[in-house]
């Protein structure tokens, strides 16, 4: 069950602000509160998707090509396509995801190391 009252649902009501950094009639792109690299900016749908796995396996194809698009594009306007950047997840309790509204992490910035796993 979707959760109307989770942080990145009231972002997108405008109930409380964000760093905006791109948005379009299918995602919103802003910078993370507590950025773990230079750049750590998370791109979420419009659309009441839970996670990951929601929104890959019931988002109408609009949606989610529209999605992906958005991340394209906050990556371009970033400007992190050179040197590089890593797209993050979670889904659930073991990727210890927090906030259930699906959304994909850009870290970027910097080396990011070999380790995907602490
Ligand atoms: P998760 O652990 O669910 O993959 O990631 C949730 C992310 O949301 C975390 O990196 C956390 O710092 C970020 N976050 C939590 N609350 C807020 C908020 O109110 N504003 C912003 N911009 N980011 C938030």
Sequence with gaps: MYDQANIFARILRGEIPCK???ETDHALAFHDIQPQAPVH???IPKGAYVSAQ????TAPADAIAGFWRAVAETTALLG???PGFRLISNHGR???QSV???HVHILAGKSLGVHLVP
């Design 80 to 82: 992190v396509i050179e």
């Design 54 to 57: 929601d929104f890959s396996a």
């Design 20 to 22: 905006r950094v791109y």
């Design 41 to 43: 900016v998370l791109v």
């Design 94 to 96: 073991d990727a210890l």
């Design 100 to 102: 259930p509204h699906f």
